[in-house]
């Protein structure tokens, strides 16, 4: 009966909750429901997350568990069930919309998947993002195999060089057995000097058994880097490994891409496509650099380490420093923002472009790019990393150029943030160029040496959603390309390193003395101030409220106008606090941005719907973040809560802020921000989708605070510890730096596979991705002459 009622409609594609509600309709027999549910087919479709319907057959996608997928196809009138290919699966879905394509046996399909020979992948789904690990011990297994294994460990040490000064081992200790008798000669010398004793005062004792500079700054840090190598080669173990690769020098310069939006230090936080990814740069590269000079201390070294984080060059900066060539990063030694420009032919395009309009200009712009960086460094970096589509496409290209380890970010994957993006590609295209997009994705995470993620949720999402990078495992853009294995979760590759926040920015709102008292006047003037003006329009009648805050891009997807209608809509909210909402700005006709106007306007009439003035304050993005970290303190001193409404948030760099801050917070349950928040513990999640819930949620939270005094600092407490066990850059950098040195050898190790699917990738983009960019119109500037195609 239910099995025709899902046909009954004809073609179409089904998710889990309609599935559940056809089913439901479809049975009034409760113990028959029951007994269906109970059976293989109920479990199929308590699973399925998608159904693709093409009466009489039904095609299931089945997820049995975050990461494992299996696909069936069940026949209406018998219900027999019939085990299918991804592709296959695949097929079915595009006959929906596109049959004759589905149908042409020449149609595109890649599979990556089948390149992964040599590379073992992870298997419980626990274990996801736990890449690094698992390499370590299929490594020390690999190198464990027979009496020539461990010659490409030698060989990799043979090779250590820094601008071409040896380092660790010469040429001397041409096989492993030499090495190994170096080791032990050096090991019980350096046994018998005092700990503290200077390399230097023995390294001409070293150069005598084949060792060079690199093992340590002291004899106790040399014996232990001995140790952990002697340990390897006598018998590999995943322990020793991880600790060995820690201490070897082969990271000093890192190059860190991000192409888009306004990337600079100052003025253009919260412009459109400029947000957290540029915060999570430049805390990141401050950590880096820590950490990294730390560590070439460690290694007994002097060379200075360079970090360059390279981006465009927008010669029309609205203000910004954002057509400044080089610019020193503040707080930092040894790092700069490079920017290099986009060009149309022998111009240089003048204006900031939308992040999914800039396809056309990239392939150049890794061309000038990397010659850039050569010239800058004098040589290659030794680590590359990528940010989102566009950086992880330039940083992939570059890599591949200059033969470097390359990690990649994805800060958020797109395909996710709306529903069918990949099916309906052809109708969004105009507006997003998907095409483009999703085959750039496909292209970085198959090229990335590692992943790295910033929690479980984006890699494989939870029990109940499918995660970011799981959601690109089979899929298909009808009519272009079908991906029968995009990528794998279980790929070794995926890394969780979780960013922190600023802590001399996002400190507690109790460490008064450090309380930066000197901006107090003019956050008063920005939350209280009655009249409106460019900066902030509504007022709040009555101050002594607790105040609601949320702080975000005015993007339709950070969902910042579902909050105020929430807020709206909540009569016994609004007695309760007031609302205070950071985003975008007042006057729709100045910006250029497609969703961030159609988001202005519908603030707008959200105000005038709900009569929120008296309650309600909007004041336009702020980009001075060390007055951002005293505006979250001084929400905390009102008794108040941070609020991230997002449709969907990738991590929700703003919830840790506030967490920092000891503000207690509520976050959406999509994505990131389930994971950093414990429900009810260090805060709250919220559901989106469910407004009026999230509202009464927020609205008992203040009436507990109201009736109980401690239950506030309680949630607050809990939150700051939720941070500082889980959420610094400290853990960050130590994490990220490991992988570039584990995933610098492991790359080594399985060069040929690389190079094979290096050139399957290679002519994957040449032939089929450079032919959707041609589709993507160039950004016209009025300024110039028109653009000469690339
Ligand atoms: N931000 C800001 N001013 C604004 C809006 C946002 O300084 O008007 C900052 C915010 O403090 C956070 C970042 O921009 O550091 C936004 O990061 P998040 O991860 O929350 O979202 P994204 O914009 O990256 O999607
Ligand atoms: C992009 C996003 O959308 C946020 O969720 C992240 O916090 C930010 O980048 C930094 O990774």
Known sequence: ?????????????????QLMEELDKSMDDKVEKTKLMEGFLGYIIGSTQEAAVLPPLVAFAVRVQPGIWEFVKVHSEDLSVEEITPSEYLKCK?????????????SLEVDFGAFNQSTPLITLPSSIGNGMQFISRFMSS???????????????????????????????????????????????????????????????????????????DTAGTV?????????????PDPVNMEKFFARVPCIFNIVIFSPHGYFGQADVLGLPDTGGQVVYILDQVKAFEEELLQRI??????????????????????????????????????????????????????????????????????QDAAAKIVDILEGKPDLIIGNYTDGNLVASLVASNLGVTQGTIAHALEKTKY???????????????????????????????????????????????????????????PKLCRFATGINVFDPKFNIASPGADQS????????????SSFRPAIEELLYSKTDNDEHMGYLEDRNKPIVFSMARLDTVKNITGLVEWYGKNKKLRQLVNLVVVAGFFDASKSKDREEISEIKKMHSLIDKYQMKGQMRWIAAQTDRARNGELYRCIADTGGAFVQPALYEAFGLTVIEAMNCGLPTFATN????????????????????????ASSKMAEFFETCRDDKSYWNKISTAGLQRIYECYTWKIYATKVLNMGSVYGFWRQLIMDEKNIKHKYLQLFYNVHYRKLVKAVPLAFDEAQQAPQPL
């Open 223 to 235: 014996k232990d880097s001995l140790n952990y190598l002697s340990e390897v080669l006598q018998a």
């Open 142 to 216: 690999r190198l464990n195999e027979h009496s020539e294994s461990l010659r490409p460990l030698l060989d990799y040490l043979l090779k250590l060089n820094h601008r071409g000064q040896k380092l660790m081992i010469n040429e001397t200790l041409s096989t492993v057995n030499k090495l190994q008798t170096a080791l032990l000669l050096a090991e019980v010398f350096v046994g018998g000097l005092p700990k503290n004793t200077p390399f230097q005062k023995f390294e001409h004792r070293f150069e005598e058994w084949g060792l060079v500079k690199g093992w340590g």
């Open 419 to 477: 529903e069918d993006s990949d099916v309906k590609w052809k109708e969004l295209d105009p507006k997003y160029h998907f095409s483009c997009q999703f085959t750039a994705d496909m292209i970085s995470m198959n090229a990335a040496d590692f992943i790295i993620t910033s929690t479980y949720q984006e890699i494989a999402g939870s029990k109940d959603k499918v995660g970011q990078y799981e959601s690109h495992y089979a899929f298909t853009l």
């Open 670 to 693: 999509q994505g990131g921000p389930a994971e950093i928040i414990v429900d009810g513990v260090s805060g709250f999640h919220i559901n989106p989708a469910k407004g009026d819930e």
């Open 1 to 17: 009966m239910w099995g025709i009622r899902y046909v009954s409609k004809g073609r179409r594609l089904m998710k889990n909750p």
């Open 297 to 366: 201390k460690q290694q007994g070294l002097s060379f200075k380490p360079r970090i360059l984080v390279v981006t465009r060059l927008i010669p029309e900066a609205k203000g910004t420093k954002c057509n400044q060539e080089l610019e020193p990063i503040l707080n930092t030694n040894h790092s700069h923002i490079l920017r290099v420009p986009f060009m149309t032919g022998s111009s240089v395009l003048r204006e900031w472009v939308s992040r999914f309009d800039i396809y056309p200009y990239l392939d150049r712009y890794a």
């Open 94 to 106: 595009e006959t929906i919309f596109n049959e004759k394509w589905a149908r042409d046996v020449n």
């Open 505 to 516: 920015i996002y400190f507690p709102f109790t460490q008064k003395q450090k309380r930066l």
